[in-house]
């Protein structure tokens, strides 16, 4: 069982910076890969992008590759999101997310329902 609490949203000007973290409780925390997903207001969730159990391997949606992020801290059983040139179409809540990993497969990892243990979200506005 994997409990995990996210943090660090909040209101960001266009082109600035966020840090999102995500606190995971749960002895087996470091064996689970660890994805970040948002979600706007009338839309689906989104996948934003996911690291592997050892902080070896990470993998992000088109949309925020060379913008976003994600790292982990085992010994602090944290993840963590580091956004940067945000932009208003980036608004919406995040939401971490945890599953034993398994094989670290890109088509497995984008999908929400392969992860058994979800955050409560943390929102993330971006005003133009």
């Known amino acids: 069982q994997v409990q995990l609490v996210e943090s660090g949203g909040g209101l960001v000007q266009a082109g600035g910076s966020l840090r999102l973290s995500c606190a995971a409780s749960g002895r087996t925390y470091s064996s689970y890969a660890m994805g970040w997903f948002r979600q706007a207001p009338g839309k689906e969730r989104e996948f934003v992008g996911a690291?592997?159990?050892?902080?070896?391997?990470?993998y992000y949606a088109d949309s925020v590759k060379g913008r976003f992020a994600i790292s982990r801290d085992n010994g602090k059983n944290s993840v963590y999101l580091l956004m940067n040139s945000l932009k208003p179409e980036d608004t919406a809540v995040y939401y971490c997310?945890?599953?034993?990993?398994?094989?670290?497969?890109?088509?497995?990892?984008?999908?929400?329902?392969?992860?058994?243990?979800w955050g409560q979200g943390t929102q993330v506005t971006v005003s133009s």
């Open positions: 690291i592997n159990w050892s902080g070896g391997r990470t």
């Open positions: 997310a945890a599953q034993d990993q398994g094989n670290w497969v890109v088509t497995t990892i984008k999908r929400p329902s392969w992860y058994s243990y």
